[in-house]
């Protein structure tokens, strides 16, 4: 099988993985992204799976480990999720894997956004493509770190707040609720914002409560936000997708500019940066970084394992919303103050 680009980084001139994403995936073993396992085997595997992973979300995964130099799929010690295709009625869903793979690279090379490591990697017998992240809440010694999503923070449930309750919530609650449990606030929030806008950015409307997470680090004995993870742009396989997951706002607030546009702007962001405690000339700042760094999306997405028409796509979307962003109702020639 050739492969033009690190399945990883997605670096050109690798038939495999380059050696910094063998370290940061595989502890520098040469591991192949062809995967000694079938599609088939992986189904029989799943649906003999005594155990389910008790990560959120709708896609088929399973846990997998690395042993010698191979990957395996495992009921324990699993230091990996695999997904592979999502069958159903998701439009282009033979593009999931390499989506959130690309969105998740553009996240860290493009924007500056920790993200879980991750690969695409070809199951042996159709090299259909499955995604690869490897789990950033196993600790060296195999024990698990303490990681809590908002969800849990927040105490809601299914059973408490109904079924739609991983998305009943906004983005300022959850920076509240930041405020509460992280000692390095002033930090961390700023992070939250950069990856509440890159949500919005890349399209990705499933941004909810659950794909959002604090892990306690015990050298500091502080809860910090984890890693970025479940990045994908959304609407490639559901058009009629919300703009973002859950509301920006707390209190149905609304800024006067999305009144008038019925989109969020800078306007929008700015006011959300403020009321969760950013220095303005920060706020401004990173949205100005934001916007320079969408320039370089198009190199990452044509080097991705995405078709050409999901890469078109993808890209006018980001084009879009870069617009969305950079436009200043306060600063356009309809408004008066």
Same mark, same amino acid.
């Given at each position: ?104 690279? @553009?996240?860290?090379? /493009? ?5 879980? *490591?991750? !690969?695409?990697?070809? #199951?042996?017998?159709? &090299? ?103 990045? @994908?742009?959304?609407? /490639? ?5 919300? *703009?973002? !997951?859950?509301?920006? #706002?707390?209190?149905? &607030? ?84």
């Amino acid at each position: 099988m050739n492969i033009e680009h690190c399945p990883s980084c997605l670096k050109p001139g690798f038939n495999g993985f380059c050696l910094p994403c063998r370290k940061q995936l595989f502890h520098g073993r040469r591991v192949s992204p062809l995967l000694p396992f079938s599609r088939p085997d992986y189904n029989i595997h799943k649906r003999d799976s005594v155990k389910r992973l008790s990560i959120s979300g709708v896609q088929s995964k399973h846990s997998v480990r690395l042993v010698g130099t191979e990957l395996s799929l495992t009921e324990e010690q699993g230091e990996f999720i695999l997904k592979p295709i999502m069958t159903g009625a998701l439009e282009h869903s033979d593009a999931m894997p390499a989506n959130e793979h690309v969105t998740m690279q @553009l996240a860290s090379q /493009i924007f500056g956004i920790t993200t879980a *490591a991750c !690969a695409v990697v070809f #199951f042996s017998d159709d &090299f259909s493509p499955a995604y690869l992240t490897r789990r950033f809440d196993i600790a060296p010694d195999k024990s698990r770190y303490q990681q809590e999503d908002f969800a849990q923070i927040a105490q809601v449930t299914e059973e408490t707040h109904g079924k739609n309750y991983k998305y009943d919530f906004s983005y300022e609650k959850i920076a509240h609720l930041m405020k509460r449990y992280v000692s390095t606030y002033a930090i961390e929030i700023e992070k939250f914002f950069r990856l509440v806008i890159f949500n919005y950015l890349v399209q990705n409307g499933d941004a909810h409560l659950k794909n959002f997470s604090l892990i306690k680090q015990p050298l500091i004995g502080s809860y910090l936000l984890t890693p970025a993870y479940d990045l @994908l742009n959304t609407r /490639i396989h559901l058009p009629n997708e919300t *703009a973002m !997951a859950l509301d920006l #706002f707390d209190a149905e &607030f609304e800024t006067e500019s999305y009144r008038v546009n019925g989109f969020h702007s800078r306007d929008d962001f700015t006011e959300f940066g403020r009321r969760i405690g950013i220095p303005e000339n920060r706020v401004h700042r990173i949205i100005e970084n934001l916007l320079a760094s969408g320039e370089k999306v198009d190199g990452l997405l044509n080097r991705s394992f995405l078709d050409a028409k999901s890469r078109t796509a993808y890209s006018a979307m980001v084009k879009e919303r870069l617009r969305a962003v950079g436009y200043s109702y306060k600063n356009s020639a309809h408004y008066s103050s």
